[in-house]
């Protein structure tokens, strides 16, 4: 069952397709907001996040909201996050919520319609979601986007120094998927479990979360990706480390769509709308030339 | 650094000592909402809310309001868990809410601010949190828990039938670790970063969630917490399946404070106050037959 507005991964390839790839994060950090002249309360970060969609919509494929920097501020912060996502959707831009929410159950399913409903004033497009409780356990949220058009992206792979002690950790492949025999990494488990759940469902609607260097040595992520059926979000372009020659490295074998994110590298050239937009149009330039994978998907 | 009002361990310490060791789980399902006349909007689980802490405060020790089933209602359910959270401050009802972050550096500093700063209007006195990112990348809340006299539950084992995929697999103990020689589950691995970050601080900031059976075999958890140094959030008592005698066989080794949690056993009994708070009685008694251990804490 999909909805009349399409299925997610298809919606995305035709923005990116469009657009190029460049997600932009909107984190409203405390310097960013200085910065821009806002103040670092509920009302700055929401002038923020609608001047940022005013600047970006039509010149980029997809935003992604960073949900704790909105948080962080209350119930007028998480007003402020809809205000944003009622402009970008008005806007036509995609919009993913980095929420990284993971839950079971009933509880889980609270979670998805927060997110993913076309009646929350929360919904975006796509939501961040984090399997510590195991994949199978945000089953609620991969079937509501299914049914309304749209994603999720599961962490899988982050590149932060501490997350190997629980994303390099291994178990036996069970016998029941035949994917990868012998020892498997958790992060890869994760990739595999979405590759599973995007073959059952016929359509790309469970995405991953892969950083563009892993660890603190700077070595690939080390993932087979080639089975996953919907798109890799990499975030951590530029103030985090990784450049668009790192991201070639990593996702340049055919997997996609590939879909990069950058927040203070862009965020820092504005207030400005047409410095904004030049710093996209760079980026979305220099990562064009990598010719990343746009889609449509290899499942 | 600690905050006036104490460190966390020990004021859960008093209050559980003083009440019994009960947690009611603030969990405004729809099936509930109904059954106490209420509707499920963003009205209906204030209402919800406050009309438990007003029949349960001064009777229980703590509360855990689950977050999802307030964010799915938008900003107005924030909203909603602010005014929850503002009247148990006020009638002395410790309170963990139940949110399940986890991000890195900077945007795990947002998180930590929205749900430990003594200025944030989310404030409680503790939140759990999810370990995907390793437990290393929550640091930010650690610290700020300490320094405001709060704390943080990080998920180790649960008991959904879809979380050893993660919980289970082993990494190599690091050679820096003298915890635990060898191979060492993920979950363990959880127990022991919360054990050593106790230790670094000198108070039990850092407790973590554990179900009372796991996995589809119902067996124990199998986590040695001897070392941990801080609380045990023990959910699912009742409608999830655990009775007192499993909670028994399962932390009756010295381990404290053990907090097990109820939600839909416990509410179910209302609205009628006398009817929740009988349901309460009966359920600290049959817990206080246990011995299970309230504290002090043997780090």
Redesign the interface.
Known sequence: MTSARGAFVDRLTAVVTRHGPLCVGI?P?PGLLARWGHEDDAAGVERFGREAVAALAGHVAVIKP?V??F??H???G??A??RVLADARDAGLLTIADA?????????T??A??WLADT???AADAVTL????????LTPALDLAAQTGRGVFV?AR?S????????????WTPLSDPTTPGMR??AQ??VD?CAAANRARGTGVAGVVVGATAGTTGQAHGLDLTRLGAAVLVPGLGAQGATPDDLARAFGDGTGPVVPSSSREILSAGPDPEALRDACRALNGALGDLGLPAGPIGA
Do not use: C, F, W
Not at 100 to 108: E, H, V
């Open positions: 984190d950090h960073q704790a920097l948080e962080v209350g119930s007028g998480v007003r996050l809809e990284k929410r993971g839950d079971i159950g009933s509880t889980m609270a979670y319609r927060a929350s004033p929360l984090s399997p510590y409780l195991g994949v199978g356990s962490l982050t932060n120094p501490e997350a190997p002690a629980v994303q390099s950790a291994q178990s990494e958790v488990g994760v479990a």
